[in-house]
């Protein structure tokens, strides 16, 4: 069996290894996107790179005779996903969705959902000064026209402009930890987060020392997943799908 799994998360590295060590000996190719500088590699075969659309991925699929193709790509790559929708229903590929379950509010969470980076920054000035945001790298053009607004960035590279004039930028990859999430906050003095509803524990502890300060969280909706196409929400229950019919393959429903 040849999985081919869009990765870059932590899912799909989980995935691959649960892949390389089945005793039947799957093939599994991990796709990352490239544009992180130095990726955490999973185990198995690695490619680096687009395949040239929804196109390009379908006669990849079929020229290395994929089996079955995961999309364990970031909640937000959302082009990504419509392609590879496009691409398994034209090469008759199995395709599977891993996607961790987002975020819920708790006691105490001030949240103001929005559905883009774009509503974001409108919201932003009518709930702080001093913006702690989470956002990644990518779409900081949306806040560049905030100049009466202190941005802390943090993402693991270095953005790029258009972005923020008055911006620090912090360079770290998480998991990070809620001590030093607080002390984020308080050094910088943040009255205001933003982020995406990208899942995971990984970077959630800056929900809970939001939650603590006592100050507005805008988070940005996920995009949906494409119609039809079957999800799970952890590797062990994609690897049960991989396995067959009688483990889930048709229907697989979010878990967690």
């Known amino acids: 069996m040849h999985v081919l799994v869009l990765g870059g998360t932590t899912e799909a590295r989980r ?43 379908a006669a990849w699929l079929r020229t290395h005779q994929v089996d079955a193709l995961i999309d364990a790509t970031h909640p937000f790559a959302g082009t990504i996903s419509f392609n590879a929708a496009a691409a398994a229903s034209a090469a008759h590929v199995p395709l599977l969705a891993l996607r961790r379950p987002g975020w819920v509010p708790g006691r105490g969470d001030d949240w103001h959902p929005v559905g883009s980076l774009e ?59 809620l001590d030093g999430e607080r002390e984020l906050i308080r050094r910088h003095r943040i009255d205001v987060l933003v982020t995406k509803d990208s899942g995971g524990a990984a970077t959630a502890p800056k929900l809970a020392a939001a939650r603590e ?40 429903q979010p878990s967690g």
Do not use: H, K, N
């Open 15 to 57: 995935l691959a290894e649960l892949l390389v060590a089945l005793p039947e000996g799957a093939r599994v190719t991990s796709s990352l996107a490239g544009r992180v500088a130095s990726p955490r590699l999973p185990p198995g075969e690695v490619r680096v790179g687009g395949f040239g659309g929804a196109d390009g991925l």
């Open 119 to 177: 509503e974001a920054a409108r919201t932003l000035p009518a709930l702080g000064r001093r913006v702690f945001l989470t956002t990644g790298r990518m779409g900081l053009a949306a806040f560049a026209g905030l100049d009466g607004l202190w941005f802390l960035m943090r993402s693991v590279d270095a953005p790029e402009p258009p972005y923020p004039a008055r911006m620090e930028v912090l360079l770290e990859r998480g998991p990070f930890s």
């Open 213 to 252: 300060a006592g100050i507005p969280v805008v988070v940005v909706r996920r995009p949906p997943v494409p119609e039809g196409v079957a999800v799970a929400g952890t590797p062990e229950r994609a690897l049960d799908w991989l396995r067959g019919p009688g483990s889930g393959r048709t229907g697989a």
